[in-house]
Each structure stands twice: as C-alpha cells, then as structure tokens.
C-alpha cells in the first residue's frame, strides 16, 4: 500500500513537471530555429528555454495575444543558417536579423509566413537565388537583402508584392533584367537601391511609374546598356536629380532626364 502511494505521487509529480514546461507551438518553432545557429558568442539567446509555456518573454521576441509577431536580434554577431521554422509563426510580422554571420540559402519555407510586413537581413553572408515565394508576400513593405552574396536572376513573383515601400537589394550577386511589369507593379516604391550587381539588359521604361519615391534611385555599379527611357523624366524632383545613379556613362542630372 505504502509502495502505491509512493508510486502515486511519482505519476503526479512527473504530470505536473510537463505542465510547467509545456512550451506552446511557436516556441518550438522558435527553438528550432536555435538549433540552426552555430555560434551564439553573446549569449543572446540564453533565455530561450523549454521551461517557459510561451516564447514572448524572450530575448527578440514580440508577441501580440501571445502570438509572435516580430523576431529582432540585430547586431549579435549569430553564425548558421536560418531554419525555415520561422515560416510556421503564423502571425510573424516583423524579421530582423541584420549584422550577423547567417550563411547558406533562403529557405522557400521562411515565406510561408504570409503576412510578413518587413525582412531585413542585411550585413550577413546570405547566399543562393531569391525563392519564387517572395510573392506569396502580399504584405511585405520593406524588403533589405543588401550586403549579402545572393544571386541570380530576381524572381518574377517578386512583383505580386504590390505594399512595397523600400527594396534594398544593393551589394550583391543579383544578374539578368528586372522582372517585366517591375514598375508597372511596385508604385508604392519609396526607396529603391540596386547597386552593385550584375544586373544586365536595358533599364526598364515602367521604372517612371515610380512616383512615390522619396530619394535615390541607385541603380549604379551594374551592367545595364542602351538607351536612358525617357519616362524617368516622370519621377519625382527627388529621384530625378543629379543624385540619381543609373550605371551608365552619361552622366544623369534632372534637365537632361526630362529631356
């Protein structure tokens, strides 16, 4: 009797050890996501333990509803790949892992977090070709992939993301032409850098649909040819200035793109 007793109270103890460390779903997915980084060396991510029953307590981490809605760990200097578990928090808004030492491919996964708002990954050593489901992002406002090693041509999918208000794709290994309809789609524009690639062909006339712009159109450092489209006469005072930067030999001031 005494031996069932005992063993009782073992089974409740053991019950209610894995109620206090029932960490939810996202947190899972968040650990996950811990597992794919190397190198940690300011400890930035101590904090994320099994023990918690949410994530949102944690060092990064914003949640809403205790839903997650942003993942910010900027400037930690983290090293590994970027687990496409971030993909599965389905209220995720906000990525922010800029200035760290994240290498390999962009996951087709990671964009299954459909209502993204902003991905900047900037300053790492990202590498491999922008996945087609960059258009699954609908909601995207501010896309920086800038400094990395990407490349290849850009998806055209890339233009179905309609609420773009910054895309910074500078500093890279990005080739081939702009997608067909790239201005025609992106109006809401605001900033727009694209230098220092290998992208090719001609400068796309439906790039003087760009109204929005509030500063430099850099697409300088690139391998664009023929003719300067007279439609950039369209841009804004701000765009089309001495400042604009298109890559080519002419050199490009605000009288002679209206002309």
Known sequence: MLAFA????????????VLVSSLNDEGLALLSFKKSIKEDPEGSLNNWNYTDETPCSWNGITCKEQRVISVSIPNKKLSGFLSS????????????????KFSGSLSSGLFKAQGLQSLVLYGNSLSGSLPFEIGNLNYLQTLDLSENFFNGSLPTPLIQCKRLRALDLSQNNFSGSLPNGFGKNLVLLEKLDLSYNNFGSSIPSDLGN????????DLSHNMFNGSIPSSLGNLPEKAAS???????ETTICEKSIQN
């Open 210 to 217: 760009l109204s929005n712009l509030q500063g430099t159109v």
């Open 6 to 17: 005992y063993l009782l109270i073992l089974i409740l103890c053991n019950c209610c050890n």
């Open 85 to 100: 578990s971030l993909g599965s928090l389905s209220e995720l808004r906000h990525v922010n892992l800029r200035n760290n």
């Open 242 to 248: 001495c400042t604009t930067k298109l890559g080519l």
